[in-house]
């Protein structure tokens, strides 16, 4: 059997490698190293994949996701709602910018945004939610989008997890993950579904007067060159990772079939067992692109499994480990214990098992025979 990895770069890579080396030979050679013809090749095409009108390339996903918010003409002072177990970038940008975050619950069984608490935790001063698609899943949107209406709110969702899942409406119409709200954003790190060979990040909008907006202000706040209209940053996506990410985005649909592949036949190994919840997928298939694999534990240590798991040469991941509302730069006064009841649970009891696009049979076999093992051995 292949060494377990966590994610598997390297032989993801193996197929592609000559398109990749004759792409970056070509980048070299032109000395197109800054918004060269790769990085609107790569914008065009995934406009395209993604079947929306704007797709603005930018340094990474947490400026993607301040770049959104500086869009939307906030003032200092205005609630940002997001949730409580997700990775930091969200609250560190609506910090960043002197909004306030207010963070809610998530459901315990699709872990994305709980719909009361969203509900409850809207007030005046609301002005954006953030969805979150965490692990790969869309969030509810048919409801954070009812809510946005109702109050008024604007949506930016944050698809780092969940780039090519589809959501189905009621009505039965879909669309991609992140081109639902009024902005989506993604991170291509490398370990992310579509993953660059370094950084990279994209804001992706229908709206054509945000487009403008956002394009200049990951450019300066530049329209022409050296006048300043509006306060910007400086955030591009390099044509080397625009030309790896536009060979990439070809095989995204395998690589995400492949991931949901495993995740099934993980299920079929690990379901029905007591000490285990293998995850909920709320909509169809398409709607989860399993970035992660996440089981919720029960009734064990979980520090046991992970050490079992170690001694085995499986590796596995906690994401994550410590809610946002209990991390040291986010505690606040406004926060209530008693709000968080599912991300305090989860962030005891989640762990990630391997999941990538490389994975074959015989690996996910062994682990989920050696966490049946684990389990055994406890009663
Ligand atoms: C990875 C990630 C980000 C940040 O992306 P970077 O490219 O690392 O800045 C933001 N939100 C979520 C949910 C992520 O998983």
Do not use: W
Not at 23 to 38: C, K, Q
Not at 46 to 66: F, R, W
Not at 200 to 205: N, R, S
């Amino acid at each position: 059997m292949k060494k377990i990895n966590m994610v598997d770069l390297a032989n993801q890579y193996k197929p592609i490698a000559n398109k990749i080396h004759d792409a970056i030979n070509n980048i070299i050679e032109n000395t197109s190293f800054i918004n060269g013809p790769s990085v609107s090749s790569f914008q065009k095409n995934l406009e395209s994949y993604l079947e929306v009108k704007h797709v603005i390339p930018c340094a990474n996903g947490t400026d993607a996701l301040q770049v959104a918010l500086m869009s939307l003409d906030l003032e200092p002072g205005d609630e940002i709602i997001t949730v409580d177990f997700t990775f930091a970038s969200t609250v560190e940008v609506i910090a960043l910018l002197n909004l306030t975050p207010i963070l809610v619950d998530v459901d315990p069984d699709t872990f994305n945004i709980n719909i009361n608490s969203l509900e409850s935790a809207i007030t005046k001063k609301s002005k954006v939610i953030i969805p979150v698609h965490l692990f790969g899943q869309v969030a509810n949107m048919e409801e954070v989008m009812r809510l946005a209406k109702k109050h008024n709110l604007s949506i930016i969702e944050d698809t780092a997890q969940a780039i090519g899942a589809n959501y189905k409406f009621d009505d039965g119409t879909k669309k991609k993950a992140g081109t639902i709200g009024n902005i989506g954003t993604t991170s291509f790190f490398p370990s992310k579904n579509l993953g660059a060979y370094g950084d990279g990040g994209a804001i992706f909008t229908n709206d054509d007067s945000l487009a403008i907006k956002i394009r200049g202000i990951v450019n300066h706040g530049m329209y022409k060159r050296y006048h300043h209209d509006i306060v910007g940053i400086n955030s591009r996506l390099d044509s080397i990772q625009a030309a790896i990410l536009d060979i990439k985005l070809k095989y995204l649909d395998d690589y995400n079939h492949s991931r949901k592949k495993s995740a099934l036949k993980y299920t079929n190994l690990l379901k029905n067992h007591p000490n285990i919840i293998t995850p909920f997928i709320a909509g169809d298939e398409d709607s989860h692109v399993f970035h992660q694999y996440t089981l919720i534990l029960k009734d064990c240590v979980r520090d046991d499994l992970v050490e079992y798991l170690n001694l085995n040469k499986i590796p596995c991941g906690i994401y994550y480990p410590i809610p946002l509302h209990k991390q040291k730069a986010y505690q606040n006064k406004r926060f209530n214990e008693d709000d968080f009841t599912t991300t305090n649970l989860l962030s005891k009891s989640v762990i990630s098992l391997p999941m990538h696009t490389e994975l074959d049979d015989d690996q996910i076999e062994f682990i989920c025979k050696k966490i049946n093992f684990f389990f055994n051995g406890l009663k």
